[in-house]
């Protein structure tokens, strides 16, 4: 018989709490780092960077390399990744997804530690082994590697725009179709299956399901929120591919960015789609309905609903998107079901017009 033993990487720095902007010169020093690169989201040196750069400097951190990101095209990426001056030892990303996946894919082409500092909680990405990036134009999901650290600052995160909050429950919430997804392709086409992996997913959402106070600005919903969404990045390292955190919900997510000239945020699509996928594989669709509703995460995307026409042809499209990859829309009869449902159901009347 083989023996086999899968070893993973696990970020060697972990810190959500309240505060932790002030402190993360204290853990990179910790971790013997001197010279760093840092990229920032458009806005966030104005918010925190008097906080950041105290930081830094009284740890006698130099910042070799300093950019502001807004441009998320692969190609540019790794030619500027280039010019990063070989003293750098670790590159810092701060604020939200899109410098916090510029930076990791950076690290993954130069073959340098990374450290994910997010200051919103919009999805999983922070912790995650991917980037979302452009490709050819179009935003598509590519491997770089898992963080080696992760600095949470709670009060940060309080800061955000609700927006980004409900796309973090949403992409949360996801978790829960994906499961199943897997599921049933390994019972249909013999996926290969992680057992480690599908648990930690699977506690990812049960764990923000049993904490009581759906108070989205509190500092303890957020601190569940975002340790949840950061194991599932872990599920996804274990697991080796998306499977964990993605399914059908997620093929609707990206249909629809390829569709509508004006997509939501990633997780308000595929919060969305999980509450409708839920549905037609028949799976804890109330469990799912109640937490969307409490948290008031349908009323915020009833206030700017979806295209529905443009949905409904997402729905069709999804199975498309990725080749092989079999989810509950992969039986044609479920799609009818999905829009069918879409027509009829009042939650979906009001998000989708």
Same mark, same amino acid.
């Given at each position: 018989?083989?023996?086999?033993?899968?070893? /993973?990487?696990?970020?060697?720095?972990?810190?959500?709490?309240?505060?932790?902007?002030?402190?993360?010169?204290?853990?990179?020093?910790?971790?013997?780092?001197?010279? #760093?690169?840092?990229?920032?989201?458009?806005?966030?040196? =104005?918010?925190?960077?008097?906080?950041?750069? !105290?930081?830094?400097? !009284?740890?006698?951190?130099?910042?070799?390399?300093?950019?502001?990101?807004?441009?998320?095209?692969?190609?540019?990426? #790794?030619?500027?990744?280039?010019? /990063?001056?070989?003293?750098?030892?670790? %590159?810092?990303? #701060?604020?939200?997804?899109?410098?916090?996946?510029? $930076?990791?894919?950076?690290?993954?082409?130069?073959? %340098?530690?990374?450290? $994910?500092?997010?200051?919103?909680?919009?999805?999983?990405?922070?912790?995650?082994?991917?980037?979302?990036?452009?490709?050819?134009?179009?935003? @598509?999901?590519?491997?770089?590697?898992?963080?080696?650290?992760?600095?949470?600052?709670?009060?940060?995160?309080?800061?955000?725009?609700?927006?980004?909050?409900?796309?973090?429950?949403?992409?949360?919430?996801?978790?829960?179709?994906?499961?199943?997804?897997?599921?049933?392709?390994?019972?249909?086409?013999? =996926?290969?299956?992680?057992? +480690?992996?599908?648990?930690?997913?699977?506690?990812?959402?049960?764990?923000?399901?049993?904490?009581?106070?759906?108070?989205?600005?509190?500092?303890?919903?957020?601190?569940?929120?975002?340790?949840?969404? %950061?194991?599932?990045?872990?599920?996804?390292?274990?697991?080796?591919?998306?499977?964990?955190?993605?399914?059908?919900?997620?093929?609707?997510?990206?249909?629809?960015?390829?569709?509508?000239?004006?997509?939501?945020?990633?997780?308000?699509?595929?919060?969305?789609?999980?509450?409708?996928?839920?549905?037609?594989?028949?799976?804890?669709?109330?469990?799912? @309905?109640? +937490?969307?509703?409490?948290?008031?995460? +349908?009323? +915020?995307?009833?206030?700017?609903? %979806?295209? @529905?026409?443009?949905?409904? =042809?997402?729905?069709?499209?999804?199975?498309?998107?990725?080749?092989?990859?079999?989810?509950?829309?992969?039986?044609?009869?479920?799609?009818?079901?999905?829009?069918?449902?879409?027509?009829?159901?009042? #939650?979906?009347?009001?998000?989708?017009?």
């Amino acid at each position: 018989m083989k023996f086999c033993q899968k070893q /993973i990487l696990i970020p060697s720095i972990l810190k959500i709490s309240k505060g932790e902007l002030n402190r993360v010169g204290k853990y990179l020093k910790e971790k013997e780092f001197t010279n #760093i690169a840092i990229f920032l989201s458009e806005g966030i040196e =104005e918010l925190f960077g008097e906080k950041i750069y !105290s930081s830094l400097e !009284s740890s006698g951190i130099n910042v070799m390399h300093r950019d502001v990101i807004s441009d998320i095209n692969i190609e540019n990426i #790794i030619h500027n990744a280039f010019k /990063i001056p070989k003293s750098v030892d670790v %590159l810092v990303g #701060i604020g939200g997804g899109k410098a916090l996946d510029y $930076s990791k894919y950076c690290a993954h082409v130069l073959a %340098l530690p990374f450290v $994910s500092i997010p200051t919103s909680t919009s999805n999983d990405g922070f912790c995650s082994p991917n980037s979302s990036l452009l490709v050819d134009g179009k935003r @598509k999901t590519v491997t770089a590697k898992i963080p080696y650290g992760v600095i949470v600052d709670i009060e940060a995160v309080q800061t955000s725009p609700k927006s980004c909050i409900y796309s973090g429950i949403g992409d949360l919430i996801s978790k829960v179709t994906a499961g199943y997804d897997w599921l049933k392709a390994v019972e249909v086409t013999g =996926e290969s299956f992680n057992d +480690f992996a599908y648990l930690i997913a699977e506690n990812t959402v049960s764990d923000i399901l049993h904490y009581k106070n759906h108070d989205i600005r509190s500092a303890e919903f957020l601190y569940h929120l975002v340790n949840s969404l %950061l194991m599932s990045g872990i599920a996804m390292e274990i697991a080796g591919f998306s499977r964990p955190a993605s399914g059908s919900e997620h093929l609707i997510s990206h249909a629809l960015d390829q569709i509508t000239k004006t997509p939501a945020m990633h997780g308000i699509q595929v919060g969305i789609a999980t509450y409708i996928c839920s549905y037609i594989q028949d799976n804890r669709f109330k469990v799912v @309905k109640d +937490f969307l509703q409490s948290t008031g995460f +349908f009323d +915020f995307v009833a206030e700017k609903p %979806l295209n @529905k026409e443009e949905f409904i =042809e997402a729905i069709r499209t999804a199975p498309t998107i990725k080749e092989d990859f079999y989810t509950i829309l992969s039986d044609k009869r479920n799609i009818e079901r999905a829009i069918e449902f879409i027509q009829t159901d009042p #939650i979906c009347l009001k998000c989708l017009q």
